[in-house]
């Protein structure tokens, strides 16, 4: 038996049959009507439309069979695919490649084929209108030309399918754009609302102190007054502005953060210093517990985190309480907690916390000002670093705010040797886009990756999961399982093959079939390795380093 070879392109065939998003979908009658008119029309008791996966052949409409899907290596329609020709065998036991296909001495017993390829405008063979039948058969010219026009209807029918959903994909978009911009629209007027209640007395007071400094004889010690002032009123202007400033740029998606290994225990200790005193203004003493901890990220976001932090505690503790800040690891995270002795969260005021311009039951008991918009900015700058803030608090009895965040990669000991490619040794995290449908596997694979040191890794469900990772996690290795629903893993690659900065990334397959033939078929789509399922988890890691040393990374 002749094996049908792999098209020459076939990672981007495979590609645009995923396009598609038709395998897998229940039957529709606007392609079952036309293998009944194939059946008619050429008197065959059998018609498909037959789509060719990397390992399967699966059938959109069946007529005359029951079966919805056959082994891609027994296919006919696999050497239409291949050679992107239509293919007529008039007596399989006559033809060498197809006499001892089990497909043909087997129990369905085919004795003639005739398919017609289903070519995208693009040149993509996606699989095959076809013709069978259990006893020898001559195929007319006329005949042939009936498979065609039949074969370009049902690509019609496929480009109108697709049409339609990215036409509704498109109109979601569509509605959630309008819905994101309605959002936006009332930020600005909240905004606009916030700069113009909140800034009109600070700008009141600056006129009225420069009035008095301009046109009233005043001695020193009241022009002095009036200039600290001035200076008081025009700094809450300016944390006023970069607030707004700040919550504007994150609502509308520029939020940009410039990452750096960062000592996160010498920032935290500045940021105390500058805030003890402020607190000794208050008879406020802060305590620490600071431990040595290294992380990735912006310094100057982080430093507004401290800040809005400690100036809360300090705000909204009452004269001569204490604050206590700590700073350590909790596994794998780094965890800063400043916790204060103020009146504590109400349910309401848990509800409202993270909101733009809420104000809280809570006052700051030494009149401080406020934008309502401190936590909001918090939240977004933590959750951006890949953290997140936690709150314990009660009526009474203060609040604690802690916030985790992921640590830096260990860096290479001093002299140590690393393999080649393995960026890790740089003090720079391997990039790891995993693609796979099960759960279980994904956890498993994280829990791996996150007990070494130099591996950032981002576990996906599915491709569109994996599409949405990549608008801002551009890969240094893709591991992708073969056999997932929908779009399989060698259709997976395709398709992100299309994205930037993804065109050539190294990529290792996983599968629980290893037999060699699958193997070669997986080493010619460019697979650096193929990982047996179940694999040793304690030696993934050096198994992905091996292969990015091999790939030259």
Known sequence: MQAPALALHEPERLAALASYAVLDTPAEEAFDALTRLVANLLDVPISLVSLVDLERQWFKSRYGIDVIETARDVSFCGHVVAHDQPLVVEDTLRDQRFSDNPLVSGPAGVRFYAGYPLRTTEGHVLGTLC????????LKPQQLEILKILADEVMARLELRRKQRLLGEALAELARSNATLARLNDEKSKLLGMAAHDLRN?????????ALLLEVELDAEQRRRALESIGRVSRQMLVMVNDLLDVSAIESGRLELRRERCALHELLGQRVEFFRLLAARKSISIATRIGEVAAELDPQRIEQVIDNLLSNAVKYSPPGAAVDVSLGLDGQDAVLAVQDRGPGLTEEDRRRLFGAFQRLSARPTGGEKSTGLGLAITQRIVTAHGGRIEVESAPGQGATFRVRLPPAPAPARAGSAQPAGDSAGEGVAIRVLM???DEDIREAVQLALEGEAGFDLRACASLEEALAELAHFTPDLLLLDVEM????????????RLEPGVERTPVLFMTARTEPDRVARYRQLGALAVIEKPFDLPSLGATLRSALGRAGR
């Open 131 to 138: 013709a069978i039948d259990v006893r020898p058969r001559v």
């Open 202 to 210: 600070p700008i009141a007071s600056i006129q009225g102190h420069a």
């Open 435 to 437: 693609v796979d449908d």
């Open 485 to 496: 629903p929908g779009s399989d893993g060698p259709a997976t690659l395709g398709r992100l």
